[in-house]
């Protein structure tokens, strides 16, 4: 079969036994019909009910496609009132067959001419599986249209089939427990079989990240074109441009046409959503059934090596595109909880702080405007409520055949789908206790498995896992057409991975091709494929220990990810980067050497990202994964690497300040503070280079009117901003205190004017005394001539009088508490 495409639309041809209710459609509908034209010369002819299992199945194919491709089954499929909460109209049911498939699905079952003994079970699942391995020359060709109406009741109803005979197959395998002696047995055929049906699945999987793409396409689309309505609302008409040009009906004409393509977009869009992409996951879910169970009963003689390999590729394929789909947000707090205490915490960065008396509660000294829905990926756009169940079922699939069974009498509830797919995707073997920590050790076979997901997931980031079908060349068609029909529509479509686009041009007079340059890379055209990778590593069990081997497939994704264009993707990648480096730390059988280089590159990456990012969220999280990258420093480079990062954080921090207080935030939660506070643990006394820069950074955001930044700009960072300002200079001041009494008179002028101002967030108001009275002990003679002054000139107002007067009777406490430290 093939499908004939005339410019943008296609056109085809009507049954004769449908041509009178075609003329209850719309011209629309009618233009954008399917022809289906038979490849086959045996097409034409009456179907004789007694050919063999793969001619019935291949004119079953065609007779099915040839019906409910005709617009008459377009309105069947989403209707127009469901179409707001994205709801399928129906899903037939699959106890009544409709005519069509019920006649052919008998004629399936009824057939003798196989030449072996078969029992109904075999018979069924060889007839599902004859039906699956005829995907690539009848369903996939048609979701190439640009109207997804006919493919989306095609494949509603091939699935309705697919599903009726695998229900019953494995009603049959679960009350009859026997060795299969029938066709199930027949190892060459079965062999050939599965190898089809290994290439089902790759193009199964291949047309599901396509079609994710596409309904994300046909989204943008139609607000692409209400966007472009509202800015042209209060355009000029065509009449005041050109009034003697054509009438104003023209302009009229034109939002009609613009309202009809939107209403169209959204309409596909759902359509793609809720009845194609659940449909192709069914599919998918039969065709891996039916391919496992073939595979279970094949003699061990048969090359079941190499098969068996080629099997484990394709389950890990199919299983990481199965993973672009869920219903909620995903985003840091899903791939890496620990970043959640890492950004809010902010008691660990200080070393001693001001007592708060009876109210001495962690909850204070924790960070509250964490912008997380900035970096939370969503697949909306092409996932649906009603896939849920479906997912939940195929993954029960999955398992069914990954996990051994147990007794019949043993029944246990399914388990959650986040529960089923990492118990597919992540078997555990080994345990061990170290340091009360459970580190996760996995078999050389499930080694192997892992290996297999992470090249799938890097395969599926790079769009390296896309598949066609293309006709075999002449010198092969010449030897099929003198074989049989069944063979003819097996092997007249060929399953081959897409090869690279090329181009021509002219170059010093010579035709030159090259590799035609992408506008945007796969992962940016498919948004599913980031966000498949995403929930896959969401999924890894917490101190899951990954070889090298597995986690060098894993690093070109993440490189790649850190220097992308869009800020998501590189807060996305600094995220995995720490769930990554998080597993890498209890890895012992990786050198310092091997660690050394990949580092260094990701070092590199997030430096030069924070140096260009501009969002807080995305900041963040960079700075986050930044300091998760220090933790592996050797001892002898662990302050030269801090050292330079601090000064590049008050390079920034510099040039934003109060400007950007979103930004300025970010600066202090994941970079400023965890590095100064490592200076004051680590290395007391030794920051004398960062006080400079240090002041210039913080002295004006300490001193910034609180109240009135939020009034002006209406931004809720100023107190944190503050808060989090005075905490980073208390550490400044013991990192580089060699350098504070040169600037005494500027920092006790600051802090004047930030408890003078009346600070009215509560925990401004508990640091802003306590860091005045360290400063002044630092600060020396400088700091305490200005204090002086302000106390007994009597010139200065009674509030900056009393404030300077607390800062000296509290100095005397602090000067304590360090004597004693």
């Known amino acids: ?144 249209s640009n109207d997804p109406r006919g493919s989306a009741a095609v494949l509603t109803h091939v699935e309705l089939l697919l599903r009726h005979g695998m229900d019953h197959s494995n009603n049959t395998n679960h009350n009859n427990t026997r060795n299969t002696t029938g066709n199930i047995n027949n190892n060459t055929r079965n062999s050939q079989l599965c190898q089809r049906l290994f290439q089902v699945l790759r193009l199964l999987a291949s047309d599901i990240t396509q079609q994710t793409q596409r309904a994300v396409h046909f989204l943008a689309a139609a607000n692409q074109e209400t966007n472009d309505d509202d800015d042209n609302e209060n355009a000029p008409t065509l009449d005041a441009l050109l009034p003697d040009q054509e009438p104003a009906w023209q302009s009229k004409k034109d939002a009609q046409q613009v309202a009809q393509e939107k209403k169209s977009n959204l309409h596909y869009h759902r359509l793609t959503k809720t009845v194609i992409l659940p449909n192709l996951i069914r599919m998918l879910q039969h065709a891996w059934h039916a391919t496992a169970t073939l595979m279970t009963t094949r003699s061990v003689d048969d090359g079941n090596a190499r098969n068996e390999e080629e099997w484990q590729t394709v389950q890990a394929h199919c299983a990481v595109v199965l993973l672009s789909f869920r219903s909620g947000p995903l985003g840091p707090r899903r791939i890496y909880p620990q970043c959640v205490d890492a950004i809010e915490n902010m008691n660990v960065f200080v070393a001693d702080g001001p007592s708060r008396g009876n109210n001495d509660d962690d909850d204070d000294d924790k960070t509250t405007l964490m912008q997380w829905n900035e970096l939370e990926l969503v697949a909306g756009e092409w996932t649906s409520e009603s896939l849920q169940e479906t997912l939940g079922s195929v993954w029960n699939t999955l398992n069914s055949r990954h996990v051994p069974k147990k007794n019949a009498e043993e029944t246990t509830p399914l388990p959650t789908l986040q529960n089923a797919q990492r118990q597919f995707l992540f078997p555990m073997a080994e345990r061990r206790n170290e340091e009360d920590v459970v580190s996760i050790r996995t078999s050389p076979p499930q080694q192997d498995w892992l290996l297999q997901l992470a090249r799938a997931c890097r395969a599926l980031v790079f769009g390296r896992d896309m598949y066609t079908t293309q006709q075999p060349p002449p010198s092969i068609q010449g030897k099929i057409s003198s074989s049989s029909t069944a063979n003819r529509s097996h092997d007249a479509i060929e399953v081959i991975p897409c090869g690279v686009e090329t181009q021509t041009r002219l170059h010093l007079g010579r035709t030159i091709t090259e590799e035609k340059q992408q506008p945007e890379k796969p992962y940016q055209q498919i948004p599913s494929r980031v966000f498949a990778v995403a929930q896959w590593m969401s999924l890894l069990p917490e101190h899951h220990i990954l070889g090298d081997h597995i986690l060098s497939e894993l690093w070109p994704i993440l490189y790649d990810l850190l220097s992308a264009h869009r800020s998501i993707y590189m807060g996305l990648g600094a995220t995995v980067l720490c769930r990554l480096l998080q597993m890498w730390k209890y890895d012992d059988t990786v050198s310092n050497e091997q660690r050394r280089q990949v580092l260094e590159n990701f070092r590199n990456l997030l430096e030069s990202a924070i140096k260009t990012v501009r969002e807080s969220a995305v900041v963040t999280m960079l700075g986050v994964a930044l300091q998760a990258v220090y933790e592996f420093n050797p001892p002898q480079l662990d302050r030269p690497y801090r050292l330079r990062a601090l000064q590049q954080w008050f390079t920034v921090l510099n040039q934003n300040q109060t400007l950007r207080l979103p930004f300025s935030w970010a600066c202090l939660v994941s970079g400023v503070l965890p590095n100064l506070h490592w200076f004051v643990l680590r290395a007391k006394n030794s920051g004398s280079e960062l006080g400079r820069l240090g002041l210039m950074a913080l002295l004006p955001l300490i001193q910034m009117e609180s109240m009135s930044q939020d009034a002006i700009f209406g931004s809720p960072f100023t107190n944190e901003v503050q808060w989090l300002s005075l905490m980073a200079f208390s550490n400044l001041l013991v990192v580089a205190n060699t350098v504070i009494p040169r600037h005494g008179a500027k920092i006790m002028s600051a802090l004047l004017v930030c408890q003078g101002d009346e600070p009215r967030d509560q925990r401004t108001q508990t640091w802003a005394p306590y860091v005045s009275a360290m400063a002044l002990s630092f600060c020396g003679s400088r700091g305490e001539e200005l204090v002086n002054e302000i106390i007994q000139s009597g010139e200065y107002q009674d509030l900056l009088v009393q404030v300077a007067e607390n800062m000296k009777k509290d100095a005397i406490a602090v000067d304590q508490s360090l004597t004693c430290r």
């Open 1 to 144: 079969m093939k499908i004939e495409v005339i410019g943008e639309t296609t056109f085809g041809e009507e049954d004769d036994n449908v041509k009178n209710d075609n003329d209850a459609i719309d011209d629309d509908d009618q233009k954008n019909a399917i022809r289906v034209v038979p490849t086959h010369k045996t097409m034409e002819s009456p179907v004789t009910p007694n050919g063999t299992l793969e001619e019935l199945a291949h004119h079953a194919m065609t007779a099915i496609v040839q019906h409910y491709c005709q617009p008459i089954h377009y309105h069947s499929i989403l209707q127009p009132e469901a179409e707001e909460e994205d709801q399928p109209r129906h899903r037939p049911n699959d106890a009544s067959l409709p005519p069509v498939l019920s006649y052919w699905w008998e004629q399936m079952m009824n057939n003798d001419n196989n030449n072996d003994n078969s029992h109904d079970d075999d018979q069924r699942l060889l007839a599902v599986a004859q039906l699956l391995s005829l995907y690539p020359n009848y369903i996939h060709p048609m979701l190439l």
